[in-house]
Antibody
Framework: QVQLQQSGPELVKPGASVKMSCKASGYTFTDYVISWVKQRTGQGLEWIGEIYPGSGSTYYNEKFKGKATLTADKSSNTAYMQLSSLTSEDSAVYFC????????WGQGTLVTVSA | NIVLTQSPASLAVSLGQRATISCRASESVDSYGNSFMHWYQQKPGQPPKLLIYLASNLESGVPARFSGSGSRTDFTLTIDPVEADDAATYYCQQNNEDTWTFGGGTKLEIK
């Protein structure tokens, strides 16, 4: 069955960067786009961007250009998202999701930005 | 970008009654014979749970009390009858044209 296993919670200092992972299983990794979604506590869902692991092509929500960098490692079936120059506004849960006729979601990675 | 306007923002429905949530898109989300509109349920501390995909397809394991309808720009999620476990926030989401956008969410309270 399709599964997306995300990395654990992160506590990072303001101004630093963080890189989180999303390991896929149960399907051919290079055949489906992976999207990333942000959710701040008590807030709605915000699409960050997507990567096509087969080619490495990416497409970003304009709001997250320069903030998020999406990559994928075909050898380990893992997608990554790096967030840079972190501020308190980046404290959130970040989800990865596999696109397709119906989406499959990871469990989320909590990022807390605090000194 | 396609904007999704969800209504109402909150809703209180008596146990056993019907709940109806609407989602309006700023432009059509239809392509290739499909409506790229999906509905999710989210409870605190959990990832979104897919209920309905491609406007009207019930996700496996989701009770038949949930149904979706609509096309182009106007979509509806119906829960009938509501149960206590349905208390949650519901989101519509579109993924036409290689981008995703979400509605603002509807918080459902069960009376």
């Amino acid at each position: 069955q399709v599964q997306l296993q995300q990395s654990g919670p992160e506590l990072v200092k303001p101004g630093a960067s963080v890189k989180m992972s999303c390991k896929a299983s149960g399907y051919t990794f290079t055949d489906y786009v992976i999207s990333w979604v942000k959710q701040r506590t008590g807030q709605g869902l915000e699409w960050i961007g997507e990567i096509y692991p087969g080619s490495g092509s990416t497409y970003y929500n304009e709001k997250f250009k320069g903030k998020a960098t999406l990559t994928a490692d075909k050898s380990s079936n893992t997608a990554y998202m790096q967030l840079s120059s972190l501020t308190s506004e980046d404290s959130a849960v970040y989800f990865c999701a596999r696109e397709g006729e119906r989406a499959y979601w990871g469990q989320g990675t909590l990022v807390t930005v605090s000194a | 970008n396609i904007v999704l306007t969800q209504s109402p923002a909150s809703l209180a429905v008596s146990l056993g009654q019907r709940a109806t949530i609407s989602c309006r898109a700023s432009e059509s989300v239809d392509s290739y014979g499909n409506s790229f509109m999906h509905w999710y349920q989210q409870k605190p501390g959990q990832p979104p749970k897919l209920l309905i995909y491609l406007a009207s397809n019930l996700e496996s394991g989701v009770p038949a009390r949930f149904s979706g309808s609509g096309s182009r720009t106007d979509f509806t999620l119906t829960i009938d009858p509501v149960e206590a476990d349905d208390a949650a926030t519901y989101y519509c989401q579109q993924n036409n044209e290689d981008t995703w956008t979400f509605g603002g969410g509807t918080k459902l309270e069960i009376k």
